[in-house]
């Protein structure tokens, strides 16, 4: 009986020490990641926590408020936060719809610049799929892509959200919508 009490808590220890080592893991690619992202991206996204860039569907409205600093906050109002936040590469605006006090919609706009102050195609390339592998990640691999010659679109969608990623020649658009209003508001 000891030797089965010893064999169970020695496995136990064996499977708990690979979950934490898989955990450490997890964590060093996550920070490998992120340092390999293009200098617009971190310019873009300052966290990969919640939706996307800090903010979750559902979240209250000053929960979303406390995300971006303050000095950034354009325009409040009961139902709605707007953030513009201009960098060295690019200008970006976050905008924030709520129903009920709860985040329902976060879009951002974002212009890509190069050192000259012109709309830089290849850079917005390099935002655009940085995004692109963090939503694959996120949302999964399962997504429809459309594309002309000035747009891209990338669209996914699950239960409770859609987003979308658009890429417009300098320009950047996100889109996390909830599906259901009703549904996060409850």
């Known amino acids: 009986m000891k030797k089965l009490l010893f064999t169970f808590a020695f496995l136990s220890f064996i499977a708990l020490h690979s979950c934490n080592s898989g955990e450490k893991n997890k964590a060093e690619t996550e920070t490998k990641i992120s340092d390999s992202k293009s200098v617009v991206y971190k310019e873009v996204v300052k ?37 513009k936040i201009s960098d060295k590469l690019t200008i970006s605006e976050y905008s924030l719809i709520f129903e009920n006090g709860k985040l329902i919609e976060i879009a951002l706009d974002t212009d890509v610049y190069d050192e000259t102050d012109n709309y830089d195609s290849d850079a917005a390339l ?59 508001v409850e």
């Open 47 to 83: 966290t990969l926590t919640g939706d996307f860039a800090g903010f979750t569907i559902g979240a209250s409205f000053q929960d979303c408020k406390n995300v971006i600093s303050k000095d950034f906050l354009t325009k409040e109002e009961k139902d709605f936060l707007m953030f």
């Open 126 to 184: 390099l935002l655009f799929n940085d995004l692109k592998d963090d939503f694959l990640e996120r949302f999964g691999s399962k997504y429809l892509e459309t594309e002309d010659e000035d747009y891209t679109v990338l669209f996914w969608s699950d239960d409770v959200k859609e987003v979308q990623l658009i890429k417009d020649n300098g320009k950047i658009h996100v889109y996390v919508d909830a599906l259901s209003a009703e549904e996060v």
